[in-house]
């Protein structure tokens, strides 16, 4: 068992929540507990699912069962299912905190004319002067 593997305390925990998955054939090779971990490493460390350690399994095991049960929701299901029994021991605290301390303003907000403030004396930076025509010559006078 590797450093951040699963404990026996912890896999008697998680053992009861996962799919029962009998399929008729060949028996598996790899124990769900070394995919799992090898899942688990993963997401851990970061590292590309190729350079997965040798112990968890192959890579595209490790990975098929982490995009199967992905897609079907039992990650999700795993994940309320422990929710709950530790909310139902008092291991949650349900508390909010808002932190207004960053509070991200339109785009606009920046620099936008106030109430009450004409700027009309300012002429427009991208407009031409009314004494140049459309082909840049001056007009007659």
Request: aromatic share 8%.
């Amino acid at each position: 068992m590797a450093r951040g593997d699963l404990t026996d305390a912890q896999w008697t925990v998680l053992k009861p929540l996962l799919p029962i998955g009998i399929k008729p054939g060949r028996p598996p090779v790899h124990s769900k507990r070394q995919l799992i971990d090898g899942i688990r490493f993963r997401t851990r460390t970061g590292v590309p699912w190729r350079d997965l350690p040798v112990r968890y399994g192959p890579w595209e095991t490790v990975y098929g069962l982490f995009r199967r049960w992905q897609r079907d929701g039992t990650w999700h299901r795993i994940f309320e299912q422990l929710q709950a029994r530790a909310d139902a021991k008092g291991l949650i605290t349900w508390d909010i905190s808002v932190d207004s301390t960053i509070a991200r303003a339109h785009q606009h907000a920046a620099g936008a004319r106030k109430k009450g403030i004409c700027r009309s004396s300012r002429p427009a930076v991208s407009s031409p002067s009314p004494a140049i025509t459309a082909w840049g010559a001056r007009a007659a006078d």
